[in-house]
């Protein structure tokens, strides 16, 4: 017997889906209540049968009847699953009647089609902007003729991590520039950035974190000294300012934060991968 | 008039749950009819009625009636939404309700809070992941000891995205090596990777595919020569097969459909960012 909530994201595909919303859901109750398990690729009544059973033994288990969050698209594998006594929360079933009804017809279940490649014209550009990314990565390359974005800050802002994500989820060929001392001296941009101008988006942050994840890479060093840390952010500030580029302090943001604002400011609407 | 659909994913914090579910729900219907785009950060009742100001005119230009997938937490901010006459469609609503009655309490609704930063632990896992997959990318360092997963194969095959996105969503140290010629030529495992056996996975590809791949990255090279691709392809599988590595093909599988198949083969169970 324990107060632990076994809790499966199941779904004859990847699960993102079903593993997004539950997880959206979850964190609107208490925390730290819930033991989450994936259960992907449950494309057949066996596997279904399957899955059926192990959320029934880890509900048995626990003593605590199992939440099940499915995003399987075909009603057959959802009543295999609705044997194994949890609750079911079906991701798509409260949205399909009334999107049937608006478009005036019926949809085509595709099981799996959301997360599985379709387009290789689409699956390049991801890639090809991946490697973008990768390769224009801590000022490696700066030619940005072909950048659809360049973030620039300090080190250690989240330049990259944002680049990253804008490049896999939104096939952005995404740069970033670190402003370096001979930089944050000149109180003025980089001459190399300027005529990149409508590209940049600045990254901020707090010079206490900064210290605080500088003395995780480089602990003692001048690098993550307090008053490095001051010195470099107010150098940086000063210059997005003076430049009116647009800035946003990743010091309480998410990765998907900070690459959201990056998109809404830029007027970027690319769909999501 | 036009046949095109505006479709807005509205959310008070990044959107990314509206958007992941609004596109599998999209998927189910025909493809190329809709218009979608996203509205973050709609965190009060200014910005919702700027939004649905927004939405309708976008209904009346289309001569369509606009759909709202709406991630917003605050009921308010949806009756606002719902001035604009879109079809509302509200992710959260109808599991709510079941869910408060399963666990015995009301939810705490917590604005924005899925994709927003909490856990300095968790954020730091995360950076800390990107790092190292980007320092063992494409065989770059080569100690696996701090390594969750290596995934191996030959050039193109799609390990770096993946690595790039097991660091980035589930905070895996997840290394890559690409099996070279002399590798491949041994038929057995590099030396160098045996200790590590338990956290080996392979990818595979087609032959054509790989070619076309290559093509696109040095068109007429030896090494993109459809010969090459099908020699490497050839041996990487006798490896995999020989040292019974578990290996998945990467023809028509994305980034996510990978990631998952990883997971669920090296039986890891780590929650998504």
Known sequence: MSDIRPVFYVSDGTGITAETIGHSLLTQFSEGEFQTDRLPFVDTPDKAREAAVLIRAAGEQAGVRPIVVNSCVDGDLSAVLATSGALMLDVFAPFIAPLEQELGRKRQPRVGKAHGIVDFD??????????YALTHDDGM????????????????????PTCVYLALHHGLRAANYPLTDD?????????????YRNKLFGLTIDPDRLHQIRQERRPNSRYSEMDTCKREVAA?????????????????????????????????????Y
Chains 1, 2 share one sequence.
């Open 122 to 131: 689409q699956y390049h550009r991801r890639i090809n902007a991946m490697n």
């Open 141 to 160: 390359r700066v030619d940005y003729s072909d950048a659809d974005v360049i973030l620039i800050g300090v080190s250690r802002a989240g330049k990259t």
């Open 183 to 195: 930089d944050l001296e000149s109180d003025r941009l980089p001459p190399r950035l300027r005529q």
């Open 236 to 272: 940086a500030n000063v210059i997005f300012s003076t430049e009116h580029i647009p800035v946003l302090s990743t010091t309480h943001a998410s990765i998907e934060e900070i690459s959201s604002r990056v998109l809404e400011t830029l007027g970027i609407n690319r769909e999501m």
